[in-house]
């Protein structure tokens, strides 16, 4: 297998000065017997044997091996060593009304190309360290000027809403929208879900390293890009500390009759279509494990009884599947969905509540 750019200078850096590289199990599918991936009552033992989970340390271990399935579809990621300078800059600032806000810029993997974020807060100084939420825009061509309230529609304005509540709020480009000008078949990474991914661990760096922000209160919002967005970055980013997900996900037998073409562009995961035929038989991980690897981390689906592109039934099955771990963690009142009489939309009622939701986890206030 040909290495990538990123690989060979890892395992170069790893000879010359003993790097233990230790960010994520390795990309390889761990194969069972069980044709669903919704019952999560099972772990693969060291000698191959399926066993019962009945503690913390049975799902750890499945846990485990559901990161490294994911892994096996988007390509593994990146190590902490692949982190470039974050080197941020200031490219406008305006206050606007409440709100002061900021276009910046910063690297991720690279010291020669940037993503660009809005970042909001409240227009007043402040002594108090605020809780921060990282804002995941839809797949829309404005990007991030959506969550901003620069563009799109005013439902999902939810970086703008959290700021004017008390938050400070990051909303960065998806590669290949916005101003985000991105080439994924000349990268290093097997996916874009697997770059996006690694762009929003920097954009949680980036939150951290603000002296506004209390780094042990940064949580997550998006809705559906950005719903299965901030999902896939929580599974591997505990900084993530709550997450709300708004038509974000479905079980993959049920997304559109279980045809996953449409995870399977270069924004998404290719190997999908490569590797496992777009079968959702053939796939190696579903929506079901990656909730429940978020417990105990309080998680908020917004699943609209109407959304045409991600089936409800298939988000009740997989929150349903996902809750007894939550409840084998003692978490489960974090583990909360709201289903709006909607479209795919994010609508004011659900809105309150995920907004509200983001409040009592982060602890807005206090």
């Known amino acids: 297998m040909r290495m990538t750019r990123h690989q060979l200078?890892?395992?170069?850096?790893?000879?010359?000065?003993?790097?233990?590289?230790?960010?994520?199990?390795?990309?390889?599918?761990?194969?069972?017997?069980?044709?669903?991936?919704?019952?999560?009552?099972?772990?693969?033992?060291g000698d191959g044997a399926l066993l019962p989970i009945?503690?913390?340390?049975?799902?750890?271990?499945?846990?485990?091996?559901?990161?490294?399935?994911?892994?096996?579809?988007?390509?593994?990621?990146?190590?902490?060593?692949?982190?470039?300078?974050?080197?941020?800059?200031v490219l406008e600032e305006a206050v606007d009304g409440a709100i002061r806000r900021r276009k910046i810029a910063f690297h991720t993997d690279s010291d020669s190309a940037t993503v660009r974020a809005w970042l909001l807060m409240p227009a007043g100084a402040t002594t108090v360290k605020r809780p921060a939420v990282l804002c995941l825009h839809q797949t829309i061509e404005a990007g991030k000027d959506e969550p901003a309230g620069l563009a799109g529609k005013e439902s999902l304005h939810y970086a703008r809403h959290l700021a004017e509540r008390g938050f400070i709020t990051l909303a960065?480009?998806?590669?290949?929208?916005?101003?985000?000008?991105?080439?994924?078949?000349?990268?290093?990474?097997?996916?874009?879900s697997m770059k996006a991914i690694y762009d929003n661990v920097r954009a949680v760096d980036y939150l951290a390293s603000l002296?506004?922000?209390?780094?042990?209160?940064?949580?997550?919002i998006g809705h559906s890009l950005g719903g299965h967005n901030a999902i896939f970055t929580a599974v591997f980013e505990p900084r993530l500390k709550a997450v709300v997900s708004c038509c974000g996900f479905t079980a993959f037998h049920r997304y559109y009759g279980g045809k996953l073409e449409g995870w399977s562009g270069p924004r998404y995961m290719p190997l999908i279509r490569e590797r496992y035929a777009c079968d959702p038989d053939e796939m190696p991980f579903d929506f079901a494990e990656l909730i429940a690897a978020l417990a105990p981390r309080p998680f908020l689906a917004v699943a609209p009884l109407h959304d045409d592109n991600f089936d409800v039934a298939g988000v009740r099955q997989a929150m349903a599947a996902a809750r007894p771990i939550y409840e084998l963690l003692r978490a489960g009142e974090r583990l909360q969905a709201v289903y709006p009489d909607a479209g795919h939309d994010f609508p004011p009622a659900a809105r309150e509540q995920a907004y509200a939701f983001l409040e009592q986890w982060l602890g807005l206030g206090r």
């Open 9 to 45: 200078r890892f395992f170069a850096a790893g000879i010359l000065v003993g790097l233990r590289l230790t960010a994520a199990p390795p990309a390889v599918a761990v194969q069972t017997a069980r044709p669903t991936h919704q019952a999560l009552d099972w772990y693969v033992a």
């Open 54 to 89: 009945r503690t913390a340390e049975d799902w750890a271990a499945r846990r485990a091996a559901v990161l490294a399935n994911v892994q096996a579809v988007m390509g593994s990621l990146p190590p902490a060593e692949a982190r470039a300078p974050l080197a941020p800059q």
């Open 172 to 192: 960065p480009d998806y590669p290949s929208l916005g101003e985000y000008q991105y080439d994924f078949a000349a990268d290093d990474y097997q996916s874009g």
């Open 211 to 220: 002296p506004e922000v209390d780094g042990e209160r940064i949580g997550a």
